[in-house]
């Protein structure tokens, strides 16, 4: 199946859901809009056998607006197949549904992905901090937090 | 009872922080906390050029490295439209897999340290370090390697190098044998580890679990054979499948998959072709140090790469390769510069790690430890 033709059947499912659609270097690259996220991937997984999240991730595209892409790659294994779905996010308190509804897996991912960029899935079962300690002010992986970190004090 | 095995553990391979609730013997409820080796590698590729960055990829899953140079690697090289040559491409896969047995070797030895088999430990670690003198014959360090770069790799091979592989690779079967009489029908290894941390295939699918854990679960994916890479598809090998889906059954696998890596390495060994080890590409891959010194052009080429770096046509590519692990697959994003703007690093043990409870929960402590060890996680990966 050819880029388009998925492309075609996502817009069946849902008309307008796609709003931008890339096919470059063999992989397929789709945006949507993050309020069709979890019907989008309750879509896929189903219906088109993306039975894998392989990871939930972000992009800070500071400073241009809307500032944060995340990044689902999802896989299907039968037939071997890849999708990276993309949702763009601005503002200063970035939100967006999880999808831990549709994948368990995503469950460490998003709170990846909300300790370093601060980006908050609604209706996660468990979002806190992941990777850094608990009372860490700053999310590192946003571009304008200096690489040498700021200055951190024990809160007690 | 709440218990905290805590990050310093030897067990827990790494500075993995488990609280475990337990009902007497048995394990009611577990949460893992990790974040204990996070290091910012991701925000270190930042700052660094395309070529100085091989250097970090190698301490992410520090199991493997070669493994993670070459998916770093791969995915920059999609980005370029680089063409490697054939002969770097055995290459890379001959290292690639000396590098598999590597990771199962300490795998195997850790694992049985865990349970009790103390010599199994120091045999492996015998094999481990003819793999390691290998390894620094061709890139001088026997770890952290960073032999392969974008466009090839790093130095030439060194002179005699067959011959030390040759060595080690016919001498190899005959040593897994030898761990195999050791445990494979051991009364004592199958009573602790047959039918101990069952998890079904499909939620552990669905927790992100990748690697040799589905294969001991039934389902034959393999990513060198699914989405082949580095010329993959010429070599002849088989991957093993179980489907009990339990701590022997993930034994029976990496022994099996120990063999298989010998196969690859034999056949990369006698086949190679001839031919350059770095792609014809001027501006990406330095020139030739005599052209260096007396061409005006490769003068040039040679100043540019090193004082700025080569440029990277814009774009995002998520290369994945087949690591000990699991899938192990790093996310690019270019902006042309000539630094990268973004890599994500999708490690296969944060995957596996996330499958940890299933595994776990409502059966006994010291179940719990073989169930860690069949994991085979590295916190490298899990935390960058």
């Not at chain 2, 029908?185 to 101990?196: A, D, E, F």
């Not at chain 2, 039934?218 to 009990?244: C, H, M, N, Q």
Request: glycine share 8%; net charge negative; hydrophobic share 40%.
């Amino acid at each position: 199946m050819n880029p388009e033709q998925f492309v075609e059947i996502l817009n069946d499912w849902n008309a307008g859901a796609v709003l931008a659609w890339k096919f470059d270097r063999g992989e397929l690259t789709v945006e949507v809009a993050p309020e069709q996220i979890v019907p989008l991937c309750r879509f896929l997984k189903s219906e088109q056998g993306f039975i894998r999240l392989s990871a939930v991730t972000a992009v800070d595209r500071y400073p241009m607006e809307p500032r944060f892409e995340v990044l689902y790659l999802l896989h299907s294994i039968e037939p071997s197949r890849r999708l990276r779905v993309k949702c763009r996010l601005g503002g200063e308190q970035p939100e967006i549904d999880s999808v831990t509804c549709v994948w368990r897996s995503a469950n460490w991912y998003e709170r990846e992905v909300f300790d370093l960029f601060g980006v908050r899935f609604r209706n996660h079962p468990d979002l806190r901090r992941i990777l850094l300690p608990e009372g860490w002010k700053g999310h590192p992986l946003r571009k304008d937090y200096p690489v040498t970190g700021e200055k951190y004090t024990y809160s007690e | 009872m709440t218990l905290n095995m805590g990050p310093q553990h030897p067990s827990t391979h790494g500075v993995l922080r488990m609280v475990l609730e337990l009902d007497g013997e048995t394990v009611t409820n577990v949460e893992c906390d990790i974040g204990y080796l996070h290091t910012g590698i991701e925000k270190e590729f930042e700052q660094k050029t395309w070529q100085q960055a091989v250097t970090l990829t190698d301490r992410i899953d520090y199991l493997c490295p070669l493994t993670n140079n070459l998916c770093y690697c791969l995915a920059v090289e999609k980005l370029l439209g680089l063409e490697i040559p054939l002969a770097a491409q055995w290459m890379r896969v001959l290292l690639n897999e000396l590098t598999r047995i590597n990771s199962h070797l300490v795998w195997l030895g850790t694992h049985a340290m865990d349970l009790g088999a103390m010599s199994v430990f120091l045999y492996c670690f015998r094999e481990r370090e003819d793999i390691l003198r290998i390894f620094e014959m061709f890139a001088g360090q026997r770890m952290m390697t960073s032999y392969f770069r974008i466009g090839g790799l790093a130095l030439d091979p060194p002179r005699g190098w067959q011959h030390a592989v040759k060595k080690f690779i016919d001498a190899f079967p005959s040593r897994v044998d030898q761990y195999e009489d050791l445990l494979t029908n051991n009364p004592i290894w199958l009573k602790r580890t047959k039918g101990v941390g069952y998890a079904p295939l499909e939620d552990l699918l669905d927790c992100g679990v990748t690697g040799p854990i589905i294969r001991a679960a039934g389902l034959a994916w393999d990513i060198r054979k699914s989405e082949p890479y580095s010329s993959y598809d010429k070599f002849d090998f088989d991957v093993p499948v179980r489907t009990e889906s339990d701590v022997y059954a993930r034994y029976q696998v990496r022994v099996e998959e120990m063999r298989q890596s010998a196969r690859i390495v034999k056949q990369a060994l006698e086949g190679m072709p001839p031919g350059p080890w770095k792609a014809d590409a001027p501006h990406v891959v330095l020139p030739d140090r005599e052209k260096m010194k007396t061409q005006i052009e490769a003068l040039i080429y040679h100043f540019k790469i090193v004082t700025e770096g080569f440029r990277v046509p814009e774009g995002e590519v998520y290369q994945v390769v087949e690591s000990p692990r699991g899938e192990m697959g790093y996310h690019v994003v270019s902006d042309g510069t000539s630094k990268p703007y973004r890599v994500f690093i999708h490690g296969p043990s944060f995957g596996n790690l996330q499958g940890l409870p299933l595994m776990i929960k409502g059966r006994l402590v010291s179940d719990a430890i073989a169930a860690l060890g069949s994991t085979d996680f590295v916190l490298g990966d899990v935390d960058r």
